[in-house]
């Protein structure tokens, strides 16, 4: 196997100047795709693969700076930054880069109510003016266990509000933005996700602990599990190695962000963070370093609705299965000028994080699990990697299915060898995807492919008839592909 990334240079730059991208953002690709980091020996060709993967959705994204850790038994076995933290000042990404977490910061505050449901001081059933007495009544009474599992009928942002510059000094008054609005439902008849019911159990949290919200998280949950790196977004401080903030225009420039102050919001998505502290934070909860077993088992247990249907969300995490049959916990993050995701696998005892410093960067689930699952079958890659399958390269005419239901029709076209496959798919749709890495054994072949926008599909195949067949893996869904030959 040979990745398309080290094809000639001058390949990249032919690229570049078709798709019409600006200097800066060459720039940024070249820092991501040509990192000198060492690879750890055990682990060099998962290294490769997760290499070529961050490299491929910057480029295609236009996310200026991005990083990425993975931690297994235990310990941060890789962790790299691709790209710029500040790009007019050519400023690199580096591992203690801090980056807007959004929503990852939900599981990060779940631990703090976690801690105290655990010590007795917070029942997760009991109406949440026990903690909030300030917290208007409404229709229906409201738990902790309902607002954490976003079942509480509690609004999300509206209009403008995800872009407020305002400054709040403190939890409570944030809450005046939607403490007065009628609930949307009865709480626990539907499931609707909501960062307003996350800043309300910020304020639980100081009413259980009788300290302020920052103060307890700081003091019980970053200090305790060695998240030097995670902080409170703050406007007003100087913050070492804070990232700065893009976003992508519809013309496809890279611009700044625009000013927002996050202190209405620091448990719904308002912490800066680095993705080795988020590896360690999510690590801890596979032993009882800060939680004991059975709250952890409680946090990442999915809540259900009154008609007793799952949600797949516990208390401040998603949860649900791999294709492989192994249990996760994730979360993720899109904030103003950030986009994070966070993956635990527990059977595994290993979790990924990945971060950008753009709004809507390309860290999902997807990117998450193929880098991490890398790294758990890291021999069974290299060995793939030798290339040993049949040939199947050649053109074909493919039909998609997602769940029996046909979801279009495509091209493949499959260049080189067992040893160094490349080329695109072209969908009906006009959506091209180019594929970035290959491997190939007597079972299957793989291919890693990406779009215009850096979403990954992952692909297996094997020789059928004249054509070849598979599943395909993209956006958390999975599905069936057939190929023919024209």
Not at 19 to 29: I, M, N, V
Not at 90 to 100: A, I, M, Y
Not at 431 to 455: K, Q
Not at 459 to 483: I, P
Request: glycine content about 12%; some cysteine.
């Amino acid at each position: 196997m040979r990745p398309i990334l080290d094809r000639p240079v001058i390949a990249v730059a032919c690229l570049v100047l078709s798709l019409g991208l600006s200097p800066t953002r060459l720039d940024a690709q070249r820092a991501a795709a040509f990192a000198e980091a060492p690879a750890p020996g055990r682990y060099a060709e998962a290294v490769n693969l997760a290499r070529v993967v961050m490299s491929a959705v910057m480029e295609e994204s236009g996310t200026p700076g991005m990083s990425v850790a993975v931690g297994i038994d235990g310990r941060i076995i890789w962790s790299e930054g691709f790209g710029y933290a500040d790009v007019e000042n050519r400023v690199p990404v580096w591992e203690e880069t801090k980056f807007r977490i959004g929503s990852v910061s939900k599981p990060v505050t779940a631990a703090a109510l976690g801690l105290l449901y655990q010590q007795d001081r917070l029942d997760f059933d009991a109406p949440v003016q026990r903690y909030v007495p300030s917290f208007p009544e409404k229709r229906w009474p409201i738990t902790t266990r309902q607002l954490a599992g976003h079942l509480a009928g509690i609004r999300h942002y509206r209009g403008a509000e995800f872009l407020s510059s305002r400054r709040y000094e403190t939890v409570t008054e944030g809450l005046e933005i939607f403490q007065d609005d009628t609930l949307l439902f009865e709480p626990g008849s539907r499931w609707s996700y909501s960062s307003y019911a996350w800043n309300l159990l910020s304020a639980v949290v100081e009413g259980a602990s009788g300290e302020g919200f920052l103060t307890y998280m700081q003091e019980k949950v970053f200090e305790p599990l060695g998240m030097v790196h995670t902080i409170a977004g703050y406007t007003d401080s100087i913050i070492p190695h804070r990232t700065r903030f893009y976003e992508r225009a519809e013309d496809g420039r890279v611009l700044n962000a625009r000013f927002v102050d996050n202190s209405y919001k620091w448990a719904g998505g308002g912490f800066l963070s680095t993705p080795e502290d988020l590896v360690r934070f999510g690590m801890a909860h596979l032993g009882d370093e800060l939680l004991e077993r059975e709250t952890t088992k409680l946090l990442w247990t999915s809540q259900r609705t009154n008609d007793g249907s799952e949600t797949g969300y516990g208390i401040g995490w998603s949860v649900g299965m791999t294709g492989g049959g192994s249990r996760w916990a994730s979360h993720g993050g899109g904030s103003v000028g950030g986009t994070t995701f966070l993956l635990v696998l527990p059977e595994h005892e290993a979790a990924v994080a990945m971060v950008g410093n753009m709004s809507q960067a390309p860290t999902g689930y997807v990117p998450s699990l193929i880098i991490l699952e890398a790294f758990l079958a890291s021999e069974q890659l290299a060995a793939e990697a030798e290339g040993t399958g049949p040939n199947l390269s050649g053109a074909y005419r493919c039909s998609g299915e997602f769940r029996g239901e046909s979801i279009g029709t495509g091209e493949l076209d499959l260049r080189g060898d067992p040893s160094d496959y490349w080329g695109r798919i072209v969908w009906g749709n006009e959506t091209t995807d180019r594929i970035i890495y290959a491997s190939s054994s007597a079972s299957e072949t793989r291919l890693i492919s990406v779009d215009e926008r850096g979403r990954l599909t992952d692909t297996r195949l094997h020789a059928e008839g004249e054509g070849v067949a598979g599943t395909w893996f993209s956006g958390g869904r999975r599905g069936s592909l057939m190929c023919q030959k024209p």
